[in-house]
């Protein structure tokens, strides 16, 4: 495959070191560490994250539904079968 009339190398692991790239930066960016605290509330916090889940879901199937409509609406459009 030419690239601007170079050609390109073609390497097996590119896809595993942009991933573990893609993984140790946004480790970095979000600063997640150990907490100080340990694992005494672990529980507790597995709820939370759950009730937050559970609070989002409506939000969720709602713009599932509206993504479905719009690929429905469209689909007639794509096969150009509008104003026939």
């Known amino acids: 495959m030419l690239r601007h009339g170079r050609p390109l ?4 692991d590119g896809g595993l070191s942009d991933g573990v790239f893609a993984i140790a930066i946004t480790l970095l960016v979000l600063d ?11 529980w507790a916090r597995i709820a939370g994250l759950v009730l937050l889940l559970a609070a989002l879901a409506p939000r969720v199937a709602a713009f599932g539904f509206l993504a479905v409509s719009m690929a429905a609406i ?5 096969r150009g079968a509008v104003g026939r």
């Open 9 to 12: 190398r073609e390497r097996k």
């Open 32 to 42: 997640i560490s150990v907490p100080a605290r340990g694992f005494q509330d672990l």
């Open 74 to 78: 469209m689909l007639p459009a794509r």
